[in-house]
T-cell receptor, first 116, second 112 residues
Framework: GAVVSQHPSRVICKSGTSVKIECRSL??????MFWYRQFPKQSLMLMAT?????????EQGVEKDKFLINHASLTLSTLTVTSAHPEDSSFYIC????????????FGPGTRLTVL | AQSVTQLDSQVPVFEEAPVELRCNYS??????LFWYVQYPNQGLQLLLK??????LVKGINGFEAEFNKSQTSFHLRKPSVHISDTAEYFC??????????FGAGTTVTVRA
């Protein structure tokens, strides 16, 4: 149980284009999902909290117009990197908490974004 | 504020030897602690968690951790490692609104 998927697993795009990453909870309903960014050999940096049916809450220093988050259903959250630039290249990981509220985050496998 | 410090950035260990990964936390609220493992180019997998109750927590893959409130520690141990345990290990503590604060990570390299 508690499986989270991400799509795509890897994406390469040209500078200036937008990229959408999907995060799905496969066997549970997730009222809350989180988006992280991880640079090579570093820890996870929380970008934003995504709540179903409401606006995302962004961490300090994260541009909300750059990283658009939508949580349209209890099993799907999307992160759109708008007008991507090479410095946006990173490993993006999502996580989800089930409705029971067990204080446990279940993580997706991550998406490797490379902006040329 | 809630934070964790992982005291070892890299831990080389021989196969079948024991390993201990150290984690100290700081928190002003009730503490929930987690250990996650990350294999190359993958997401994080939960190894074990402490929410309450017994201070000795057993997890998957033969790992265990002990919550020590007086020393504010949550060290991870395995009595005998395998090559497949080579990975990055993250300690995490809860923050308000279900958020987590992660440590910097410990790279475990198991050699034959």
């Amino acid at each position: 149980g508690a499986v989270v998927s991400q799509h795509p697993s890897r994406v390469i795009c040209k500078s200036g284009t937008s990229v959408k990453i999907e995060c799905r909870s496969l066997d549970f309903q997730a009222t809350t999902m989180f988006w992280y960014r991880q640079f090579p050999k570093q820890s996870l940096m929380l970008m934003a909290t995504s709540n179903e049916g409401s606006k995302a809450t962004y961490e300090q220093g994260v541009e909300k117009d750059k990283f658009l988050i939508n949580h349209a259903s209890l099993t799907l959250s999307t992160l759109t990197v708008t007008s991507a630039h090479p410095e946006d290249s990173s490993f993006y990981i999502c996580s989800a908490i089930d409705r029971v509220g067990t204080d446990t985050q279940y993580f997706g496998p991550g998406t490797r974004l490379t902006v040329l | 504020a809630q934070s964790v410090t992982q005291l070892d950035s890299q831990v080389p260990v021989f196969e079948e030897a024991p390993v201990e990964l150290r984690c100290n936390y700081s928190s002003s609220v009730s503490v929930y602690l987690f250990w996650y493992v990350q294999y190359p180019n993958q997401g994080l997998q939960l190894l074990l968690k402490y929410l309450s109750g017994s201070t000795l927590v057993k997890g998957i893959n033969g790992f265990e951790a002990e919550f020590n409130k007086s020393q504010t520690s949550f060290h991870l141990r395995k009595p005998s490692v395998h090559i497949s345990d080579t990975a990055e290990y993250f300690c995490a503590v809860n923050r308000p609104f279900y958020k987590l604060s992660f440590g910097a990570g410990t790279t475990v390299t198991v050699r034959a």
